[in-house]
């Protein structure tokens, strides 16, 4: 019953720290009401954690070849830096969770599937910034999640081993790529609730961050068998 040795900690942005899921959504729907289209929130919330490039091959599986993809991304784009020019709400327990390792010394990285110039003005602004050692955006890595490399890139980053880092997620395409890097991974949902493969992992799945920092106490002081 060894405690684990953390030597970084890794968090997903969107849904995670920052309460902008709901906010994407709201995007979504502003943008069809503008273009006279109809897109069914299952149909949004698939979308939830997916890498831009994906979403055009998602879109056009889910509502046909026909759908003006452009013209409701564009919108959408629009709608959300509109919607998130004002600072975002925080999740509840991100600034105790993050004092917590701060102040154990373990450096924090941002691993996000936003690109760079979104993620860095929404951390700016929501006082966050300053608290990371590294970040990783989804404009710089070449396979998305759910494949591990954004994990191990930000890894990499703050110079540890990935299989030495916590990792919180609140998207299943997150889940599977900070596992397969080889992250001791928590769930906090969001919008989603864990898929049947993020249960087949066993990763616990929290109700907030404050369960979280609970989580990570208990680990850093003893494993349980």
Request: glycine share 6%; charged share 20%; hydrophobic share 45%.
């Amino acid at each position: 019953m060894q405690p684990f040795p953390a030597r970084g900690a890794i968090f997903d942005m969107d849904g995670l720290l920052l309460d902008t899921e709901r906010i994407a959504c709201q995007a979504w729907q502003h943008a069809a009401d503008e273009l006279g289209l109809t897109i069914a929130e299952s149909v949004v919330l698939g979308m939830v954690g997916m890498h831009s490039s994906k979403v055009d091959a998602y879109l056009s599986g889910e509502l046909g070849s026909d759908f003006p993809i452009d013209a409701i991304r564009t919108a959408t784009h629009r709608h959300y830096l509109q919607l998130t020019d004002a600072p975002i709400p925080l999740k509840p327990g991100v600034v105790a969770l993050f004092e917590w390792f701060r102040e154990r010394g373990v450096p924090i990285a941002v691993a996000t599937s936003t690109r760079r110039s979104i993620a860095e003005h929404h951390l700016k602004a929501a006082g966050l910034w300053s608290y990371l050692s590294a970040s990783r955006c989804g404009d710089e890595i070449e396979h998305p999640k759910p494949a591990p490399d954004i994990y191990l890139a930000a890894a990499s980053a703050l110079g540890v081993p990935a299989h030495e880092c916590f990792a919180f997620e609140d998207s299943n395409f997150g889940v599977k790529a900070a596992h397969s890097a080889g992250c001791r991974v928590a769930m906090i949902p969001d919008l989603r609730q864990p898929d049947a493969h993020t249960r087949s992992l066993n990763v616990p799945v929290l109700d907030s961050l404050h369960d979280a920092l609970h989580w990570v106490h208990g680990q850093t002081t003893t494993e349980q068998a």
